[in-house]
């Protein structure tokens, strides 16, 4: 396999200080220290460690395992996911064709398997998804710590939920067994905050182990089949394309048509795709731009996969004109009414406000709700330009970011380009729903 030399990035630009003053990281580390200082207060009574070697070995363990979540923690906030550098491209000129050209990340190629998170506003290498409670990306250069960040947690809360539910029950039968006499068990005084703080944590504890459990599932499927969630979406939008290419063949009599079923590049075996992320040692494997591949494929059998997608995703592209003034609200309840409200899209993608005109190029269609990007006018990089001039227009367009998202359906018209006219109809039905909408 063709070796590299590329310095991935391991910063975005963004202090260690911002990374953790940040909802999704702070409530990690509450629960976690939340977790372990009342199992350590509750343990201490109901099975002290100067009791026996059994009582010690407990706590060191549950000690170790808190210690270890942490550590996993802050390590794949810190070292992130490994992000692509700025005009990254391919060695080989030809190769560029068969990369896409990141409209965000001045002059930079998505290398295989890379993706741009809209939230790190960076290309990140073997990007999973971004992960609110990291605030960062789950990616090449993290996967490993992340993944022991999950295991740990799970077993850790666990390990504390059993603590916690013994301490609870001993402590609250501490009567019945100082009326029998039974002192070896009455160890454990509850007080009022103690009971509240106890019951709170085992609320935490199996909180965790649902949530982060089911959270561990779907990663250890990922990477069983070494196939992040973008990459799933990505195979499933060939096996259709595929299928449809074919039920068209079929309309127009093309009986003898045939296309090679898409083969995903990645899947080289359980036990190879789940060396590539889980080791001891928690280093990244590779280089997160060439990637062994199955026999039969090459290092961009998927990206002109996604490039056919992204030909027909332009194919069907319609735009659209907005008639009435979009907030850009995730819930628009004054302006757009219920029905819109309780039919949302199911995605955490952002909505966008637009004004009255603005023309929006929409490629995905629901019934209250359109996905697009807003047309702006970009300046261009001219060849005549000289150095300087070229990276001015750089920063303009750095500037002046993409607006894409959702917005309400009923705010907007399709627009006809040919004549420059709306369909009439359409227009005076969605004035007449805003109307009775008001």
Known sequence: MEKTKIQLDRNNGVSIIRRFLHPGPLLTIFIIKSITIQTLYLNSMWWPPHRSFAAFLNQIIFIVLSALTAFNF???AVLGPSYLPFGWKPKNKKHESYL????????????????????????????DHHCVYLNN????????????????AVVGCTHAAIILICSLYAGLYRDYYVYYQEFSKATVRLTTW??????????????????????????????????TGIEDWIVDKAIYRRKAM????????????????FVYPYDLGIWKNVAQVVNFSCLPIGDGVIWP???????????REQLEQKKEKRARTRRYRIVAKVSGSWM???????????NPPLTDEPRIALEVDDLVNVTRWRKHWLFGEKVQDFPEIQSTMNGKQQNEILKQQIAKRRSRGWFPRQCAVEFFEDNDEESENEVGNNNEDMKKKN
């Open 332 to 342: 628009p309840l004054w302006s757009q009414g219920c029905k819109v409200c309780v």
């Open 100 to 127: 896409q050209l990141c409209s965000v990340c001045p002059g930079t190629f998505k290398a295989p398997r890379a993706h741009h998170c809209r939230k790190c506003d960076r290309c990140v290498a073997k990007m």
């Open 74 to 76: 802050v390590m794949a």
């Open 246 to 261: 074919m039920r068209a063949a079929e309309e127009v009599g093309e009986k003898d048509f045939k296309i090679d079923p």
């Open 137 to 152: 990306c789950v990616g090449h250069g993290n996967h490993s710590h992340f993944v022991w960040f999950l295991s740990l």
């Open 194 to 227: 103690s009971l509240v703080l106890t019951v709170f944590n085992i609320g935490l504890a199996v909180g965790v182990i649902i949530a982060v459990g089911m959270l561990l599932f779907f990663q250890m499927k990922s990477i069983i089949r070494n196939k």
């Open 293 to 303: 591949v199955v026999d039969g494929c090459d290092q961009f059998t998927l990206t």
